[in-house]
C-alpha cells in the first residue's frame, strides 16, 4: 500500500466524526481527503468546531453515496444507523474499504436486527462484516474490506466480559450490566433531554430493559459461548465523556479470574488491569482509546464484579475506529493512538 | 408539648448541618435555640455559609456534651460515627430526645458494628434507638427518645426493596444494589479526591463489596424476613447532590410487584411512585424529601428491576431526620417538608 | 380583595413558567387557576416536570388571548417577547392585572424597541407599564394593571448601579457591566448550542456590544440621571443558575458609595449588602429571590466595582414577578419569597 | 545539541507538573530523566495520575536542591512561589538551563515583588530571567538560561493587550481585565473552597482590586509604553480548565486595532484571531497551547473589547513553558504542542 492512505469520513460533523477526524489528523499514514455533511455542507470544518485546524480542515460535501467511496481507499461511515447501510453499501462497490461506526453491520442475524432497529437495507453485506474489537478479532481484520466498529456499551462490556467467557468462567445464571454514560454517546442531537440545564445535576436510567446495545452484547456473548441471561442497564450522567460499566457476573472458580484477564490483555496495548480490588475511574481514559479494568471476586456470592471504563467517543466509537484501520492493515495499533488522558 | 419546640444541632456546619437547619427554620413547630460546630465556634451560620439567614442565624458555640441536651426538647446530631456516641448519650441522660444522623445507633448488633466501625462507644444505647424509616417504623418511632436515621444509601435501597421483602416476593439469589451518589454523601471533607478537578467528569465505584452502609441494608432486610444476599456498589458522580439507586432483585410472583409497591406506599406523602416501566431522575427529587420510584419485572429472568431516586442531603439525611421528628410527635408528616424540587 | 386571589400563567412550562409555578404554589394568598402551554396542552404539568404535585399540577390549556384573564385577577405572562403582547392586552381588557416577564412592555420609548425587537404589537400599552422592580418602583407598583418585570440582566445591573445614580455618584465616562449568567436564562430552547455536550466546560461571551437588554439598563440608568455611556458584555457560563455581573463604575464622591448602598436598601428584605471587600457567589442566592451586593472603591481610578449576584430565574425573573405581586396588592413583599438557598 | 536532551521536573505531582509531563512525553527532542515530588516521592507518577503511562512515567524524588539540575540540560520548576527560587539558583549553578513556572523571576523590581509575596530568596538572579512569552521575547528567549514563564492571567491578558501597546494604541484611561478561570489555575491545594461542592454551580470574583497578577500585567504594559490604569478582577468558574479575558481598552484610532492584531500574529502558530465580531469559546482551546482571540470597537465609547481565551494550564502555564523549551533551543515552536481540543 502507497502511504499515506487517502481516507473519506462520511457524516463528519457529529461528535463521533469531530472525533475521528481529531484522531485521523494526528495519524502519520493517513490522509484525510473527502469530508461529507448534510448540514453543514460548503463550510469548513473550523467553521461548525473552531477548534479545528490543520490539514484535516476541509470543506464539507454532501454525501454523494455513489462517489463517497471513489479514490479514496478507506470511507469511515459516521452516519446513524439505517443512513449508513446503502452509503456503505455503494462505498464497497467502488472498492473502498469501509468502517462503520453505526449499528448497521454489527448484527449478525438480520431478524434481530429488524426487531430492534426496523427492515435492514443491505442485509445481504451482514455476512461480511468484522465486529471490530480488535482485542478479540484482530486476525479477521488483517484485511478486512468491511468493518462493523462495536457500539460503545458493548464496547465496554465486552472487554469485562469476555475474558471470563472465552476461559469458561462465567456460569449460568444473570450476568447485570449497570453502565453510566457521559452525554456525548447520545451524539449531537437537538433533544430537550440533552440539554444542559435538563442533564446537569441529574442522573437517570433509560432503555431499562430493552436498550438496542443489548443484542450486540449478546450476540458476542454467546459466540464465546456463554448461557447466561444478560440483564442490561444505561444511565445517563452528567458527564460529556466517558463510560463506566459495572458488572455482576455469576462465575465459577473464581480464582481463575485474575488470571484470565492477565492472559488476555498481557500484551494489549489499550487496556490496563488495574487488578483486583482496585477500580477506574472514567477520568483516567478521557480522550484516549484505552480502557480500564478492575474487578473483586466475592467467591461465596459465586461473582465476580467487573468494572470497565472506556471514553464512549474513543474506545468505545472513533478511537476503536483507528485501530481497527491499523488492525485492518496489520499497522502497529497504537499508530495515531498514542495521546495521554487529560487530567485534570 | 409546648410548641414550638426547642431543638439543638450538634455538628450544624457540615452540609448534613446546614441542610438541616434550612429545614428546621421553615419549620412552623420549631424554634432553633443551641448550634455548636467546633471549627467555627464565635461565628454565626452566615459566616460559614452566606447563603444563611433568618431566627436560626445564630452564633456557633463549641460542643458541651453535658450541656448540649440542656433547656431543648429535641437534640439533633450531625456529628461523625464514633463522636456522635458519647453525646447522645449526654443528651439522653439530659432528658432530650435525640435524632442522630450518624451510623452510631443504626446497626443493632454490637459485633457487625465493631467489625465495619471499630469500638462502640455507648453499646447499651443500641436496643433503644428506632431505626428513622418513618413509612416503615412510623409507630416505634411516636414518642421515641433515640431515632437512628438510616444512612443514605441504606435509604435509597430500602424504600426500593422493603415493600417486595415485606410482602414475601424476595427469592433466595443475590440482590444487587447498584448506586451513584452525589459528592456531597462525602460530606464537607478536605479530601483530595472531593476537589472539583477530581470530580468534575469523573464517575468511579468505591468501597466495592465493602461499603459500611452495607451491613446497615442487610439487617433491615433480615428483619423483613429477606434471605438473599445483597451486593453493594457505591458510586461517586459528579453531582452536587443526589442518590440513585438501580436494584436488581430476584423476585417469586412478579405479577405481584406492583401492588406490593401500591400498597406500602398509597398513603405516604413523601413517595412517588412512577409506576412499571417509567424510572426517576435524581434532579426531580433534588431539595427535597421525596423518593421516586419506578420499577420494570423481567419474568423470564425471575428478576425485577427497581430504581430509586433520593437527595442524598434530604430523604437520605436531614430531611429524614426532620420527618423522623415529626413522627415522634405526631404531626402531619409533611409539616415543614413540603418544598418542591428546584428544576431545573 | 377576597384571597386567595386567583390566578393565570401563560406559558407555564418554559423555566420562567415552572420556576414560577414553583412559588406561586407556596404563595398562601394566591390560587392558581389555569394554565397554558401550546406544546404540552392536554397534559399536565407533572407529565412535563415530574418534580412537580400539588395543587398546581393542573391540566395545561391551549393559550386562548380572549379568555386568558377571564374569572382571575391576575394573568402572569412567561411568553416570549413579541407572543406576550396581545395576549397581554386581551388580559388587560378582561379587566386582569398583568405582569409580564416578556421584553414586550419593558421599554418606554416605541423606537427603541422597535430597534432591537421589531415592530411592537401594542404600543399604546407601552406608557401604561410600570418597571417591575420594587426596591425602586415600589409606589407606582401598587395598584398598577400592568407590570413589566425587568430582564435579568437588567435587574442585576440595577440593582448595583441604581444606588449609586440616584445618589449622583456615577460620573460621565463608561460603566462596564461584565455579567455571567447561566444556560437557564436562555429558556428551554432547542438550540445545539445550548446542549450539555457544548456547554459544560466552556465559557463565553455573546452579544458583544450589542445585547437586547443593554437598552433596558441605559433607559433606566437615564432616567435616574446618568449620563455615562454603558458597555455591556453577557458571558454565558456552564451553570444552570445564577447571574453575576461585575460592573466598573466611574464614581465621583468614592466615599460616598457605602452610604448609597446602605440608605437605599437599608429596609429591603431581599438584599444583602456584604459590604465593601466582600463580595458575592451565585450559588448563595440559587433558588431565592434574593440579591447580594459588594463592592470596592479604587479612588485613585475614580472607580468603584460593583459586584452583584441573583439567580436569573429567581430575582433575575419569576421571583421578581411575585415580589411584583405582592407589591401590587401591598402585601408584605416576602410573602411566599421566604426560601433559603439550596447550598451545597 | 545532542538530542534528545535530558530534562528534570521539580515538583512533578502538581496539576502543571502533571500537564507538563503529558507534553514532554509526546516531545520528540526530549527525554524526561528525574521528577521531583515532596509529597509522593517513592511512588510513580502513574501512581498519583493513573491516566499515566508510558517512558515518562518514573519513580518519583524527593527534590534536592544540589542535585536537581545535574546530567541534565534543562530543569523545568513548577514549584510554588517562594519555594521554587533557591531551587533554581541552585540548578542555574549546576549548569543547566531552567524554565521556571513561578512568580519569582516574573517581576523584574524586587520591591514591587516584595509588595506582593513578600522577601524576595535571590533577589540578584532577577535580572537573569527571560519572560516566556515567546510571541513577543523570541529573540531573548533563545539560548537564554532562565525563563519566567508568565502567570496564567498575564498570558491570557498580555496576549490581547500587546499587540494594541505595541502600536501605540491603547490610550490614557483605565484598562478593564475581567477574567474568569478554571479551577485548576488555583493548583492541586487542600481548600474548602475548591471541594466539588463547593464550586460547581457557583461563579464568584476574587481578589478584587488586588491580585499578585496584577503588577505582572502592569510590569508588561509599562515596558511597551502604555501609562494607563489596569483594573483586573479574577474569577472562579466551575471549569477544570479555561480562562477567559474580557478587556475594556480605551484606544485610540481605533480603526487600526484589526492591523495591530493581524501584524503581531500573522506567522504565529498557537493563535488564532477569529476577526472582528466573533469570539472565543475556553472549550475550543482545551488541552491546546492555543490562544484564541476576538475583538470588537466601539468607536463612540473610544474603546475596543477585546477577549482572549486559553487553556489556563497550557498557553497558561505548561504548554508554553514547552513553547519556552523550543524557543530557547531554536526549534520549531510547534514541536510537541500540535494536540487538538479535545471537543465535546
Not at 447501510?85 to 449499528?103: F, M, N, Q, R
Not at 450490566?177 to 437537538?190: C, E, T
Not at 485501530?323 to 488522558?341: F, I, M, P
Request: aromatic share 8%; proline share 7%.
Amino acid at each position: 500500500v502507497r502511504e499515506p492512505i487517502r481516507v473519506a469520513v462520511a457524516g463528519a460533523t457529529g461528535y463521533t466524526g469531530i472525533e475521528l477526524l481529531r484522531w485521523l489528523q494526528g495519524h502519520p499514514k493517513v490522509e484525510v481527503c473527502r469530508l461529507t455533511s448534510e448540514q453543514y455542507a460548503g463550510k469548513r470544518v473550523s467553521d461548525v468546531y473552531p477548534s479545528f485546524r490543520g490539514p484535516g480542515d476541509l470543506r464539507l460535501e454532501p454525501l454523494a453515496p455513489a462517489t463517497v467511496g471513489r479514490d479514496v481507499e478507506v470511507v469511515f461511515s459516521c452516519l446513524p444507523h439505517g443512513t449508513a447501510a446503502p452509503v456503505v453499501a455503494s462505498a464497497l462497490e467502488s472498492g473502498a474499504t469501509v468502517i462503520d461506526l453505526s449499528a448497521d453491520f454489527r448484527l449478525r442475524d438480520v431478524s434481530v436486527f429488524e426487531r430492534w432497529y426496523g427492515p435492514h437495507p443491505a442485509p445481504a453485506r451482514l455476512g461480511e462484516a468484522v465486529y471490530g474489537l480488535p482485542e478479540f478479532f484482530r486476525a479477521a481484520l488483517r484485511g478486512a474490506t468491511l468493518v462493523a466498529v462495536p457500539g460503545c456499551y458493548p464496547t465496554g462490556a465486552l472487554l469485562g466480559l469476555l475474558p471470563l467467557a472465552r476461559a469458561g468462567l462465567i456460569a449460568d445464571g444473570t450476568v447485570v450490566v449497570d453502565s453510566k454514560s457521559g452525554a456525548s454517546g447520545a451524539g449531537r442531537a437537538l433533544r430537550l433531554d440533552l440539554l444542559f440545564c435538563e442533564l446537569e445535576e441529574g442522573m437517570r436510567p433509560y432503555g431499562v430493559g430493552g436498550h438496542r446495545h443489548l443484542p450486540e452484547i449478546e450476540q458476542e456473548l454467546r459466540r464465546a459461548g456463554v448461557e447466561a441471561r444478560v440483564v442490561f442497564t444505561p444511565h445517563l450522567a452528567p458527564l460529556r465523556r466517558g463510560l463506566l460499566s459495572t458488572m455482576y457476573v455469576p462465575v465459577r472458580r473464581s480464582a481463575e479470574v485474575a488470571e484470565a484477564f492477565e492472559a488476555t490483555y498481557r500484551s494489549e496495548p489499550f487496556v490496563r488491569l488495574l487488578g483486583p480490588g482496585r477500580f477506574p475511574d472514567v477520568r483516567d481514559v478521557r480522550g484516549t482509546n484505552d480502557v480500564a479494568i478492575g474487578w473483586t471476586e466475592l467467591p461465596d456470592a459465586g461473582l465476580a464484579i467487573v468494572v470497565t471504563a472506556i471514553d464512549n467517543l474513543g474506545k468505545g466509537a472513533s478511537g476503536q475506529a483507528v485501530q481497527c484501520l491499523n488492525a485492518v492493515y496489520g499497522w502497529d495499533e497504537r499508530t495515531g493512538l498514542d495521546a495521554l488522558a487529560l487530567v485534570p
